[in-house]
């Protein structure tokens, strides 16, 4: 799910407080439940949302507070369910899916929240232009209705009856409880390094699909240009993430595909970081956004299921939710970054900037016309994207280098194969005998 400011640019839900409190619950023998709380909080705080703009809440004494704070508390709740949701792609991966299969399906059910952020940024704009904010909101509200209602009925079980490899196998009492498996967990150094490479990798990618209007709109793109891109952009990254998904189900090469992957991606960003200060390079911005997105979206099933295998047997949630994060973490830190290290942009490029500085009228409320004074000063964004750049190619040579993994998951399922097929041919000899 998504939110909108009053530029109408979506924006990812930042959900980082409850997130250790998920993993306990997610590796609860009731899973199940997760999946029905967060699709429901997902629903909840959308109508809330859509509430704070109806004429008995916005037009209130004060009605501007008691809107922005109806909105904020429908925002919060959406917030709270993302992460009920983002955790359970590994865990379903792992209970219903055999070894070739788990990466396909953690790359399909990860992939939903980037497309929904692509296709916000594809009609948010367009729906606020000419219907107005409260009509995006209860458009948002049929989604995250719909979801639920699929999600009572497809989701009946937490595990099938026949488990779909050994791994899958494991009883509850004897998977590592929540505070045990954290202890397990904080003590595993490659695990902080994956944290460190998908925290920085992803982080930025985040970082960048917020901040790229600002960075574009300074060289002379418009907002409706970057929100185009970062769609197409995102739905390459869909097409790279299936088919990096099947290579991984039947390799088993995490991190030799992760190398490759995020090596291409480092590549593809100091395309971008080249051709996206030039004026008038639409093709190139455009090409290297999409070849971008081909590559870099795929490192969540990798990551993801990397961090299961080093870290098995600990529940699946608890490695999820530590690197879903440190993704936040770092993306905080980059936006962070990107204040603090812009600069005011020359004067050659102002008279082509398409940053907006104009008072723009949404739609007329309470019989008072609401005009937003949008205005953002040009800023070059050269030293942000040279450090994005650094830290990425940091992340790279970390895993290149010092990253060590071992895949405990699948070494599991090839010694309990082993030992099923002796027992089976240690009982047709006695049978023969």
Same mark, same amino acid.
């Given at each position: 799910?998504?939110?909108?400011?009053?530029?109408?640019?979506? $924006?990812?839900?930042?959900?980082?407080?409850?997130?250790?409190?998920?993993?306990?619950? /997610?590796?609860?023998?009731?899973? !199940?439940?997760?999946?029905?709380? %967060?699709?429901?909080?997902?629903?909840?705080?959308?109508?809330?949302?859509?509430?704070?703009?109806? @004429?008995?809440?916005?037009?209130?004494?004060?009605?501007?507070?008691?809107?922005?704070?109806?909105?904020?508390?429908?925002?919060?709740?959406?917030? =709270?369910?993302? @992460? =009920?949701?983002?955790?359970?792609?590994?865990?379903?991966?792992?209970?219903?899916?055999?070894?070739?299969?788990?990466?396909?399906?953690?790359?399909?059910?990860?992939?939903?929240?980037?497309?929904?952020? *692509?296709?916000?940024?594809?009609?948010?704009?367009?729906?606020?232009?000419?219907?107005?904010?409260?009509?995006? !909101?209860?458009?948002?509200?049929?989604?995250?209705?719909? *979801?639920?209602?699929?999600?009572?009925?497809?989701?009946?079980?937490?595990?099938?009856? +026949?488990?779909? *490899?050994?791994?899958?196998?494991?009883?509850?009492?004897?998977?590592?409880?929540?505070?045990?498996?954290?202890?397990?967990?904080?003590? /595993?150094?490659?695990?902080?390094?994956?944290?460190?490479?998908?925290?920085?990798?992803?982080?930025?990618?985040?970082?960048?699909?917020?901040?790229?209007?600002?960075?574009?709109?300074?060289?002379?793109?418009?907002?409706?240009?970057?929100?185009?891109?970062? +769609?197409?952009?995102?739905?390459?990254? #869909?097409? %790279?993430?299936?088919?990096?998904?099947?290579? !991984?189900?039947?390799?088993?090469?995490?991190?030799?595909?992760?190398?490759?992957?995020?090596?291409?991606?480092?590549?593809? =960003?100091?395309?971008?970081?080249?051709?996206?200060?030039?004026?008038?390079?639409?093709? /190139?911005?455009?090409?290297?956004?999409? #070849?971008?997105?081909?590559?870099?979206?795929?490192?969540?099933?990798?990551?993801?299921?990397? %961090?299961?295998?080093?870290?098995?047997?600990?529940?699946?949630?608890?490695?999820?939710?530590?690197?879903?994060? $440190?993704?936040?973490?770092?993306?905080?830190?980059?936006?962070?970054?990107?204040? *603090?290290?812009?600069?005011?942009?020359?004067?050659?490029?102002?008279?082509?900037?398409?940053?907006?500085?104009?008072?723009?009228?949404?739609?007329?409320?309470?019989?008072?016309?609401?005009?937003?004074?949008?205005?953002?000063?040009?800023?070059? &964004? +050269?030293?942000?994207?040279?450090?994005? &750049?650094?830290?990425?190619?940091?992340?790279?040579?970390?895993?290149?280098?010092?990253?060590?993994?071992?895949?405990?998951?699948?070494?599991?399922?090839?010694?309990?194969?082993?030992?099923?097929?002796?027992?089976?041919?240690?009982?047709?000899?006695?049978?023969?005998?």
């Amino acid at each position: 799910d998504t939110a909108t400011g009053p530029s109408s640019t979506p $924006s990812t839900d930042t959900a980082s407080s409850p997130r250790f409190a998920t993993g306990d619950i /997610n590796d609860d023998q009731n899973s !199940l439940m997760q999946l029905y709380f %967060g699709a429901s909080c997902n629903l909840i705080g959308a109508v809330i949302r859509w509430i704070s703009t109806i @004429p008995p809440v916005l037009c209130s004494h004060d009605y501007q507070r008691s809107g922005y704070m109806v909105a904020m508390i429908g925002q919060t709740i959406t917030a =709270f369910a993302q @992460p =009920f949701l983002l955790f359970a792609p590994t865990k379903l991966a792992s209970f219903w899916f055999g070894p070739k299969e788990r990466a396909f399906c953690t790359s399909i059910t990860s992939i939903g929240n980037p497309v929904g952020i *692509a296709i916000a940024y594809l009609l948010s704009p367009h729906i606020v232009e000419s219907n107005g904010l409260p009509t995006l !909101l209860w458009i948002y509200a049929i989604p995250a209705a719909v *979801a639920l209602l699929l999600t009572i009925i497809a989701f009946r079980k937490s595990k099938p009856d +026949t488990p779909p *490899a050994p791994s899958a196998n494991v009883e509850d009492d004897s998977v590592l409880g929540f505070l045990h498996g954290l202890r397990q967990i904080l003590g /595993n150094c490659s695990f902080w390094g994956l944290m460190l490479v998908w925290g920085i990798a992803a982080g930025l990618f985040n970082a960048m699909i917020t901040i790229l209007p600002q960075m574009l709109c300074s060289y002379g793109y418009s907002d409706t240009d970057t929100g185009l891109w970062v +769609t197409i952009m995102i739905f390459s990254g #869909v097409a %790279g993430t299936i088919i990096v998904s099947i290579v !991984l189900g039947y390799t088993k090469k995490y991190k030799e595909v992760g190398v490759i992957t995020l090596g291409l991606s480092v590549l593809c =960003f100091i395309w971008f970081s080249q051709v996206s200060r030039l004026y008038d390079q639409s093709v /190139n911005v455009l090409l290297s956004l999409c #070849v971008f997105g081909f590559f870099a979206l795929p490192l969540v099933p990798v990551c993801m299921e990397l %961090g299961v295998e080093i870290t098995y047997p600990v529940g699946e949630a608890i490695s999820s939710g530590l690197l879903w994060s $440190s993704v936040q973490v770092f993306a905080v830190i980059f936006i962070a970054l990107s204040t *603090a290290y812009e600069s005011p942009l020359s004067q050659d490029l102002i008279s082509v900037s398409k940053c907006s500085h104009d008072p723009v009228q949404h739609a007329s409320y309470c019989n008072t016309s609401i005009i937003d004074i949008i205005e953002y000063t040009p800023q070059d &964004m +050269t030293n942000v994207v040279y450090l994005y &750049m650094a830290l990425i190619v940091m992340a790279f040579l970390y895993m290149v280098v010092l990253f060590k993994p071992s895949y405990k998951r699948v070494e599991s399922d090839k010694k309990e194969e082993v030992r099923i097929k002796q027992g089976l041919l240690s009982s047709a000899s006695k049978a023969h005998l």
